[in-house]
């Protein structure tokens, strides 16, 4: 296989949990011995870095100054694994080898690289440039909801296409596109995760009616659960109650990335 | 009479040890007390003083409830004693009784009692075992309790199918590890009942994908010019990433 895998974590709507599962997603790769990298290519509502315990006054060098030639990918790359602090979860990850490369906050630069569009090659390059010069095994990418130009991209670019999806009418008919899409594209692999099911629904069966519907493997149907909302994004989920439902199933999830060839 | 009384003592649980001797002179200087109907023989959260052994009638064990109305926790009636803590503790009463007709009990004070301890120096030393015994008893049904608990909390209801509860039907003040170990039972199979119904309940999955709209959608993404090159692009990364394995 070619060394590090990108993979492209997707949602049709907003708040379906992406930023959530690519960090703890990560972090489960991380501490299974894999060299990670996480990037935030949602720059129209950057969000990631939080789960990592990055604020405005540590960011340094962003993805924005990549796209705009203004900084080198070794310059951007912010070692998670040095930087943990004492929160609960993300210190677990202080013996790993994980780095985030964030986009910027500043609304300026947002709307400079909204105004400009992102150029697919120059992308591209960055995310190659991001794994070969950090030897990563995995690179995964958060991104904005629903299918603009730059949402297509990170599709084009990416090795594993995890699609998240609320299991309700409204969520299939928007992944239906997606997967339509990413078969267009010839994503290698397709993995569907189902996040906040309600517990009035059989996981099981869930899990079955999706993958009928949808042809593609369904990795974790994983509940709504209050003490992920409560934990609102201040840290890493999986790592923090490893034992609670939404962990093992995000494990589960985890497993079936590591276990593509 | 005392005779009557005597064996009836002797079911009470903290003198089932006790001496014969010892309880003859436990009736004798019981006082005989009659309870009109309605009336309250022991009021809750009073502090108690006695033992009753209930002679004649039915008594009526109340509570009340944070609404304030009247709770009925229990009935007894006639060979059962209420309120043999106080002898011991001297704590407050924890329920009401009243006779639900008129009644006869006797009346055992703590002063009497305290007597009795002097004149027989054993009885003491028999009560302290008879309490121990019960209390290994007690451990032994909460270990099970607590073990069965756990498999609850994990949703494996097995051991409700493989152990027996002792089903109690004694007056006996042991039963009452046994009247728990019964409700204990008694709530898990029902859990275990609601769990299944409830599962069996799960809401029918209504899922579907409107094929046209999809289609429609998929066609208005794919046909534009950013798309073609996108794909282009894409084709040739593809390509470029397979030949470098
Ligand atoms: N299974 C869950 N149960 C309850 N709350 C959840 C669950 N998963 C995620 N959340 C919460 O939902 C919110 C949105 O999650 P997250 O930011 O990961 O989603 P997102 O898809 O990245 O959102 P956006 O589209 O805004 O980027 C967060 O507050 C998170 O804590
Ligand atoms: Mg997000």
Request: charged share 25%; aromatic share 8%.
């Amino acid at each position: 296989m070619n060394k590090g895998k990108i993979i492209s974590v997707r949602s049709f709507r907003g708040g379906t949990g992406k930023s959530n599962t690519a960090a703890n997603l990560a972090a489960q790769g991380a501490l299974a011995g894999k060299r990670v990298g996480v990037v935030d290519t949602d720059i129209q509502s950057p969000g990631f870095h939080v789960l990592f315990g990055l604020n405005e006054k540590k960011m340094g060098k962003t993805m924005n100054d990549f796209l705009h030639d203004k900084a080198t990918i070794r310059e951007i790359g912010f070692p998670i694994h040095e930087n943990v602090g004492n929160v609960a979860g993300l210190s677990k990850l202080k013996n790993a080898r994980i780095w985030l490369f964030p986009s910027s906050i500043s609304g300026r630069d947002i709307s400079q690289i909204l105004r400009e569009g992102i150029d697919f090659n120059k992308l591209n390059e960055g995310l190659q440039t991001t794994i070969a010069e950090f030897d990563l095994d995995y690179l995964f990418i958060d991104t904005h909801p629903g299918l603009n130009e730059e949402t297509l991209l990170s599709i084009a670019t990416s090795d594993v296409l995890v699609i998240i999806l609320r299991p309700d009418n409204q969520d299939l008919q928007g992944t239906s596109v997606t997967v339509d899409i990413a078969r267009s594209l010839d994503v290698p692999s397709l993995l569907l995760m189902v996040n906040k099911a309600l517990p009035k629904y059989d996981p099981v069966a869930v899990k079955k009616e999706i993958e009928t519907l949808f042809n593609a493997p369904v990795a974790g149907v994983l509940p709504l659960s209050f003490d992920m909302a409560d934990n609102a994004s201040s840290d890493l989920f999986s790592l923090r109650f490893p034992e609670h439902e939404w962990s093992k199933g995000l494990r589960g999830v985890a497993q079936a990335i590591l276990a593509l060839e | 009479m005392i005779n009557d009384i005597t064996s009836q003592l002797k079911k009470i649980a903290i003198f089932s040890g006790l001496s014969n001797d010892a309880l003859a002179d436990l009736a004798e200087k019981a006082s005989a007390r009659k309870i009109a109907k309605g009336e309250a023989l022991i009021q809750k959260g009073e502090i108690g003083n006695s033992l009753f052994l209930i002679y004649k009638g039915w008594f009526k064990i109340v509570t009340v409830d944070s609404k304030g109305d009247e709770l009925i926790l229990n009935k007894c009636g006639p060979g059962e004693a209420i309120g043999e803590m106080a002898l011991l503790d001297q704590g407050p009463r924890s329920a009401t009784v009243i006779a639900l007709e008129d009644a006869d009990a006797l009346e055992l004070t703590r002063d009497v009692f305290k007597d009795i301890l002097d004149q027989h120096p054993d009885v003491s030393l028999e009560i302290i075992r008879g309490y121990s015994n019960r209390l290994r008893f007690a451990i032994t049904y909460i270990e099970r309790a607590i073990d069965w608990s756990q498999k609850i909390a994990e949703g494996d209801y097995s051991f409700i199918d493989q152990s027996q509860p002792l089903l109690n039907t004694a007056d006996n003040d042991d039963d009452k590890a046994a009247q728990f170990l019964s409700a204990f039972f008694t709530m898990v199979r029902k859990v275990r009942e609601r769990e299944d119904g409830l599962k069996k309940q799960l809401e029918k999955l209504a899922f579907e994908i409107d094929q046209t709209r999809r289609k429609k959608d998929f066609e208005e993404i794919t046909g534009t010019e950013f798309y073609a090159n996108l794909k282009e692009q894409a084709k040739t990364l593809r390509q470029k990433r397979t030949q470098n394995e």
